[in-house]
């Protein structure tokens, strides 16, 4: 006997829905500079070599994170890869101690210990961003697990980039949050490149979304460098998760500016060349939004100025505050590696 689900379309015309107000649109705008801004100070600061753990920028991928993050609660979970200054940035994370964390400093987010790699603000519900490829996707099936079974109404969102998809876990996460019909959205940042990679030299197809319609999770394909659309498309996603409806899959289709890791630009090294780069440039996410808001009459220049020179002075107080913060002491090497427990056991060589 045949078994059949139904499994209902949250995207079903959503590029057709009506343009969004003016205050959320001056919102994303506003969320996209400060990640943009704060990715080129910490570019020019990795270059200074004032910050010296491994940062990768997030820089040209500024509506992915803006667009899909502005529909989530303060208290629904995130999680996020290598690449995730935009996604702490945009659910609200403290700028002070991200930036502190990215100098090693004492006041950063993960105590000096993580680096840009490593970043948690609980509060914000920034449960904590994995290096390790596909890591962080089920510790987001994890949460949404805990969401379901606390009936609390809280969504979990994982962030992970195209490379992530051929990793076991994540078809095994997706799999059991579709089985289990968790409050969970999936979203794959495709830039095009696993590392140094590019996408069709290490696939076959270019068809990503289609592994969530194999699982039975409703899945779409998004120019992850239209704001709106992400954001639509984004809403739907966490209103259906909530709704109790089980979990959905984003493909946001966007381009990271500069190299895997590091503020290089990484032109003519059998990676990517120049024009590659800046055709993707030429469609950049902010300017496109700062087209309408301007050409729409919503705003004029001035306003949109004021609003980077705010971002900006968040910025440098931001970096002074790291600059000004203590590294961590040397008697806290050992601190958050043995339990207390077992260095009680094994005497101070233990600590």
Not at 122 to 150: C, D, E, F, W, Y
Not at 294 to 306: I, K, M, S
Request: net charge negative.
């Amino acid at each position: 006997m045949a078994i059949t689900r139904t499994v209902s379309n949250p995207f079903e015309g959503f590029k057709q829905e009506s343009s969004l107000s003016p205050d959320l649109l001056l919102r994303l705008y506003r969320s996209m500079v400060r990640i943009r801004r704060t990715e080129e100070t910490i570019a020019d600061l990795a270059e200074a070599r004032e910050i010296r753990c491994p940062v990768h920028l997030y820089l040209g991928q500024e509506a992915v994170a803006a667009g899909m993050i502005a529909s989530l609660e303060e208290g629904d979970y995130l999680f996020g890869t290598h690449r995730s200054h935009g996604h702490y940035l945009a659910k609200g994370g403290a700028l002070r101690p991200m930036i502190a964390e990215c100098f090693g400093k004492r006041t950063g987010c993960a105590g000096g210990r993580g680096g840009s790699m490593h970043l948690i603000d609980l509060q914000h519900g920034i449960v904590g961003t994995t290096p390790i490829v596909a890591a962080s996707i089920p510790h987001a099936v994890g949460a949404a697990l805990a969401s379901k079974l606390r009936k609390d109404g809280k969504v979990a969102m994982s962030f992970f980039g195209d490379g992530a998809v051929e990793e076991g876990t994540f078809h095994e996460s997706m799999n059991f949050a579709a089985v289990h019909g968790l409050p969970l959205v999936f979203v794959c940042e495709n830039n095009f490149y696993s590392s140094h990679l590019q996408l069709l030299r290490r696939r076959r197809l270019d068809n990503i979304h289609e592994y969530g319609i194999g699982h039975g999770i409703p899945s779409v394909v998004v120019d992850g460098n239209n704001v709106e659309e992400v954001y639509v498309a984004g809403r739907r996603a966490v209103d259906h998760a909530r709704n109790g409806h089980g979990p959905a899959f984003l493909e946001c289709r966007t381009y990271r500016w500069r190299g895997h890791v590091g503020p290089a630009w990484e032109f003519n090294l059998t990676i990517r060349t120049r024009e590659e780069v800046e055709e993707w440039m030429a469609r950049c996410p902010i300017k496109a939004l700062q087209t309408k808001l301007l050409t729409a009459g919503l705003v004029v220049e001035t306003d949109l100025q004021r609003i980077v020179d705010e971002e900006n002075a968040q910025i440098q107080d931001a970096v002074q505050f790291a600059r000004e913060s203590p590294y961590p002491s040397e008697s806290s090497l050992l601190d958050h590696v043995y339990a207390a427990r077992a260095a009680e056991s094994f005497g101070e060589d233990a600590r």
